[in-house]
């Protein structure tokens, strides 16, 4: 005979509220997942656009603010909802396929708008040609950080993370 079978329903449903985890620290791992990725991801882009000068990490800081502000919450939102479609689209398929379709997708998604804000943060858009050139470096150069890095998060990380979430 458990503890659990001696309990009352409060009880148990007492001690189930007591080990939820709090909101705060659902923020947090994803602020902080959020700022290992985007970190990375403007600090390669940065260093592409503008080479390593005096004011690189505040260059680098900024761009990575303004995607921090912009790209990461639709990021968010994009991952939430690729998971339910790739659910839904692929009911049969294994769960580690899926997150790694669901990580590539995410990778390619997320580093473009990053480089667009990265480069739209260290050239502008005074010059197209410039610009664009800008933003597809940056999708380039971080193209091997990002997929490595959605590769890993997606098929070890996630499925921890979203556990975490749920609890």
Same mark, same amino acid.
């Given at each position: 005979?458990?503890?659990?079978?001696?309990?009352?329903?409060?009880?148990?449903?007492?001690?189930?509220?007591?080990?939820?985890?709090?909101?705060?620290?659902?923020? /947090?791992? @994803?602020?902080?997942? +959020?700022?290992?990725?985007?970190? %990375?991801?403007?600090?390669?882009? !940065?260093?592409? *656009?503008?080479?390593?000068?005096?004011?690189?990490?505040?260059?680098?800081?900024?761009?990575?603010?303004?995607?921090?502000?912009?790209?990461?919450?639709?990021?968010?939102?994009?991952?939430?909802?690729?998971?339910?479609?790739?659910?839904?689209?692929?009911?049969?398929?294994?769960?580690?396929?899926?997150? /790694?379709? @669901?990580?590539?997708? +995410?990778?390619?998604?997320?580093? %473009?708008?990053?480089?667009?804000? !990265?480069?739209? *943060?260290?050239?502008?858009?005074?010059?197209?040609?410039?610009?664009?050139?800008?933003?597809?470096?940056?999708?380039?150069?971080?193209?091997?950080?990002?997929?490595?890095?959605?590769?890993?998060?997606?098929?070890?990380?996630?499925?921890?993370?979203?556990?975490?979430?749920?609890?």
């Amino acid at each position: 005979m458990s503890a659990q079978d001696v309990m009352s329903p409060s009880q148990q449903a007492m001690e189930h509220q007591q080990t939820k985890t709090p909101l705060y620290q659902k923020v /947090l791992v @994803v602020l902080c997942m +959020m700022t290992v990725m985007g970190g %990375s991801l403007t600090s390669v882009m !940065t260093y592409i *656009n503008l080479g390593f000068t005096e004011t690189f990490f505040t260059d680098w800081g900024s761009s990575f603010l303004l995607a921090a502000i912009t790209v990461m919450p639709v990021g968010f939102l994009l991952m939430v909802l690729l998971t339910k479609l790739s659910h839904a689209l692929l009911p049969n398929t294994r769960e580690l396929k899926r997150n /790694l379709l @669901v990580g590539v997708s +995410m990778a390619l998604i997320m580093e %473009s708008g990053m480089a667009f804000t !990265t480069a739209m *943060n260290n050239v502008g858009f005074e010059g197209k040609g410039v610009f664009f050139d800008a933003w597809l470096d940056g999708v380039l150069a971080a193209l091997p950080v990002a997929l490595t890095l959605m590769l890993i998060i997606s098929t070890t990380v996630k499925p921890k993370i979203e556990r975490f979430m749920k609890s």
